[in-house]
């Protein structure tokens, strides 16, 4: 392993190649999750790259017709799969987010 980096230091270097998870938190919740691994509380940016497209979902983005159509929709019953792909893609995005200063 290369020498490794502290979470926040790896999440800066995302974002600044512009991949998702850019944030202390987003490191850190990948990292609970299981799709990134930690030694000795560092980060192999190669090997955690690699681990965090490998362990993450890709999920195809939604036109905004398609969005359209299930908020539209009399029986959301039927569309819950689509709607939580559609709250995951929400929050994948709002992890690429800096708090306000």
């Known amino acids: ?3 490794g ?4 230091r790896y999440a800066a270097s995302r974002r ?3 991949l998702s ?5 987003a490191v850190r919740r990948a990292a609970a ?10 980060v192999d940016p190669a090997e955690a790259d ?11 983005k939604l036109s905004d017709e398609e969005v359209a159509a299930l ?3 009399d029986n959301l019953d039927d569309n819950l799969g689509d709607l939580e792909a559609l ?6 995005l709002l992890d690429g987010l800096e708090p306000a200063k």
């Open 21 to 25: 998870g850019g944030t202390h938190e």
């Open 33 to 42: 999750a299981g799709r990134i691994t930690l030694h000795d509380g560092k």
């Open 50 to 60: 690699r681990d965090w497209s490998a362990n993450t979902l890709h999920r195809q």
């Open 1 to 3: 392993m290369s020498e």
């Open 16 to 18: 600044e190649r512009g």
């Open 5 to 8: 980096l502290s979470l926040r």
């Open 87 to 92: 709250s995951d893609e929400v929050a994948d």
């Open 71 to 73: 908020v539209g929709s």
